[in-house]
């Protein structure tokens, strides 16, 4: 079979003879390796990606990103690809005896706001995302080494040793500061580590997914048919391809994935005839799991994305919440290995990211269970927090209920720049660095010299000498009229809210937590 478009160019990363000590051994390069790897690249931290297969895994699989990993994208540089790549979701078709007899909206349409920019779901096929997040890798000089498989490991106070074995046969070790299993729902990390799965059991079954080309449809529709027997088959266009993503809940336990096999599945649970089904690109099997690690810290081991959570596909949350794993463990892996904060800021992965992806699981498993198509805003994950985690102050008195609060994300805001030229506060938030917002006449003078520049970023709305202006009421509107210092973590959520009073020793106390003797260091 076609590996849909995988390019033979995605396998040539890395030669088979890599470094043999990095600071940061991330095990996989499905989309939470690959977004880990992009952040740990712009932070000048030396990691490498070993992936099993000698390719990025085809299939369109997970093929829906949700506004707030459209948000994570466009701070890694590459949402503008992703944007031009994909497209929404069409409403859904049901056919009956050859003809459409309803159409609908499945998926929630919401008008973008000042503070939410993306607020419909993206669609684009899973091959296609891991070649743009793979390609910006690149481009931020990040690397893959393909045909590598883990297959052992030992670790110490002071390292991880990984044993991998190369497509040729042949071993290597590689020596880590840390090691991040992003190696999927059944990682060999996480059971070499002896760690537990458990979760809600899921009613047993098995589907057939396929993309294929195929003629006699529309392009602009989900097409649905329900089988009289029981059962169902499903075709979404996929954008800017010539192929439908094909779901076929399968009558056997065991089906036939060959294309002759699926080819007569598809034409038996849908109108149309077998020579309709041109091409079958790639096709496999998926039976519905849900469950979550007991542990996602052990030692200098992480465990991230479906290594650390697996999740029925309803809701389209698995991918997405896989991504914010590794948009949280980056930053703090950063902070440990560049700036001196203490290793135990890396503890706070689990702490914030597991309550989570419990969340997210009772979420996907429920809209499993009920067979509702119908999806609305509360999966768009933009209202995810940690405002209970050990790195969040909130130190504003009688803070309204409805009020943004610390741990919160940090909406976006158009305004403009002090000369009036038009600019947004997520163009101020993007990079890896923290920021310090301050509404109004906030005095933070002491925040310069080794604080300012790359490391940490100062941005005076109004006052005195603002940097930017809230001519439309925009930040007003999201983060309250002020005076007030807000600091802002690099994932974008809000770490210390504060009032004007003492908001330099507030900010720069808050500081302490992330940066240590190393915070003139630049990042490269």
């Known amino acids: 079979m076609e590996l849909n478009n995988v390019k ?125 997040l793979h390609e910006r890798l690149r481009e931020l000089g990040g690397s893959v080494l393909f045909g590598a498989e883990l297959t052992s490991f030992d670790q110490d106070l002071d390292a991880v040793r990984a044993h991998l074995t190369l497509g040729d046969g042949s071993t290597r070790t590689i020596e880590a500061r840390y090691l991040v299993a992003a190696d999927g729902g059944r990682s060999t990390v996480r059971k070499g580590l002896g760690v537990g799965m458990s979760g809600p059991e899921l009613p047993e079954g098995v ?104 999740h029925s596909p309803a809701g389209g949350q698995g991918l997405n919440t896989s991504v914010q794993d590794a948009y949280n463990l980056g930053w703090k892996l950063g902070q440990v290995l560049h700036h001196g904060a203490p290793d135990t800021l890396l503890d706070t992965y689990e702490t914030e990211r597991r309550p989570i992806a419990t969340r997210i699981l009772d979420t996907s498993t429920r809209l499993h269970r009920s067979g509702t198509l119908r999806r609305g805003r509360d999966l768009h994950q933009l209202d995810i927090g940690y405002p209970d985690s050990l790195l969040t102050q909130e130190l504003r008195p009688d803070v309204p209920e409805d009020a943004l609060h610390a741990g919160d994300r940090a909406p976006d805001a158009p305004c403009t720049t002090a000369d009036g030229t038009p600019t947004r506060l997520f163009e101020a938030l993007r990079g890896p660095q923290f920021t310090v917002l301050a509404l109004g006449d906030v005095e933070l003078s002491s925040l310069e010299g080794e604080l300012a520049g790359k490391l940490v970023h100062t941005y005076r709305v109004g ?58 260091q630049p990042v490269r």
């Open 8 to 132: 033979d160019g995605a396998r040539a990363d890395v030669t088979s003879t890599p470094d043999t000590a990095v600071d940061v051994l991330i095990a996989g390069a499905g989309p939470t390796g690959l977004a880990l790897g992009i952040d740990l690249a712009r932070r000048g931290v030396r990691a490498l990606i070993v992936e099993r297969q000698d390719h990025l895994s085809p299939g369109a699989r997970g093929n829906g990103l949700q506004p707030r990993t459209q948000e994570v994208y466009e701070d890694l540089g590459v949402l503008e690809a992703v944007q031009a790549a994909g497209g929404l979701f069409p409403d859904y078709a049901v056919w009956e005896d050859g003809r459409i007899v309803s159409t609908g909206q499945m998926i929630e349409r919401v008008d973008p706001t000042p503070s939410t920019p993306y607020s419909n779901g993206l669609r684009i096929p899973q091959w296609r995302n891991l070649e743009l």
């Open 207 to 310: 589907m057939v997914l396929a993309d294929v080309r195929v003629d006699g449809l529309d392009r602009d529709h989900w097409h649905r048919w329900i089988h009289p027997s029981g059962g169902f088959a499903a075709m979404l266009p996929l954008p800017h391809t010539d192929l439908f993503q094909c779901m076929v809940a399968a009558p056997a336990q065991e089906p036939d994935t060959a294309p002759e096999a699926v080819r007569a599945l598809l034409a038996a649970h849908t109108h149309l005839a077998p020579e309709q089904i041109r091409k079958v690109v790639w096709s496999s099997l998926y039976r519905p799991r849900a469950g979550m690690a007991d542990r996602y810290r052990i030692g200098r081991i992480f465990l991230a994305g479906d290594a650390a959570h697996v």
């Open 463 to 520: 006052g005195p000498t603002p940097d930017l202006l809230d001519t439309d009421g925009h930040v007003r509107d999201a983060y309250g009229s002020g005076p007030a210092v807000f600091l802002i973590r690099p994932d974008g959520y809000l770490a210390v809210a504060a009032p004007a009073e003492k908001a330099t020793e507030r900010i720069t106390d808050a500081l302490d937590a992330y940066i240590g003797a190393g915070a003139a």
